[in-house]
């Protein structure tokens, strides 16, 4: 049982180019989710899915876009890359509602745009 | 604007003694409330949760307080084991902002001393 993988580990991308961040989760979790954690500040929520084909914005979507075809993946995409999205990725999976349910989370994407 | 506060951003306790991290939150529409901990270069782990509807709960050497009328929660570890040394994010959810989203804390990163 892997829990949450996220692939690439770290990348660095020159401005305007685009990636995809890929997550896949095996517990067979409904909910998953995309935060950015920045230097100083907490995670924040990017986009979510609440199941496979649903997914909708969490407080900072702008520039990014997902998908959500199986329950297992949740691919996010940076479309344009900006020195503004240089981050730390991480996605997450939860069996429930993720206020009263533990959220697992995979071991994060370093991301840095120049 | 944030509706998650941790106003220390570290904090440096002796091994043995009690370690105790402060979370204030702004909406008083949040109605369940979670600790996470996270080591360097890897994803956060959920710690310990609690619901509006106690003021305490309990979790082998960590112990959660709620105070609901001063917007106010504690994590408290005892006793505190050089391993404890990461950083705490408080996590809010509720009716404030959909029980399928939790809003953290920018955290406070935590030093037990040998």
């Known amino acids: 049982n892997a829990g949450v993988t996220q692939t690439p580990k770290f990348r660095i991308l020159k401005i305007g180019q685009s990636m995809t961040l890929q997550c896949t989760q095996d517990?067979?979790?409904?909910?998953m989710y995309w935060y950015r954690q920045d230097p100083g500040m907490g995670l924040k929520l990017i986009y979510y899915s609440v199941g496979a084909g649903i997914t909708d914005k969490g407080e900072v979507p702008n520039g990014y876009n997902v998908s959500r075809s199986t329950t297992e993946d949740f691919p996010l995409r940076l479309e344009l890359a900006a020195p503004s999205q240089t981050s730390v990725y991480f996605c997450?999976?939860?069996?429930?509602?993720?206020?009263?349910?533990?959220?697992?989370f995979g071991p994060g994407t370093r991301l840095t745009v120049l | 604007d944030q509706q998650v506060k941790q106003n220390s951003p570290s904090l440096s306790v002796q091994e043995g003694r009690i370690s105790i991290l402060n979370c204030d939150y702004t909406n008083s529409m949040f109605d369940y409330f979670l600790w996470y901990k996270k080591y360097p270069a890897e994803g956060p782990t959920f710690l310990i949760s609690?619901?509006?509807?106690?003021d305490k709960n309990e979790d082998g050497r960590f112990t959660v307080f709620l105070n609901k009328s001063a917007k106010h929660l504690s994590l408290h570890i005892v006793p505190s084991q050089p391993g404890d040394s990461a950083v705490y994010f408080c996590?809010?959810?509720?009716?404030?902002?959909?029980?399928?989203?939790?809003?953290f804390g920018p955290g406070t990163s935590l030093s037990v001393i040998p």
């Open positions: 997450a999976s939860s069996q429930g509602l993720a206020g009263g349910n533990e959220q697992f």
């Open positions: 517990m067979n979790h409904n909910y």
């Open positions: 609690i619901s509006s509807i106690k």
């Open positions: 996590a809010a959810s509720g009716s404030a902002t959909s029980y399928d989203k939790v809003i």
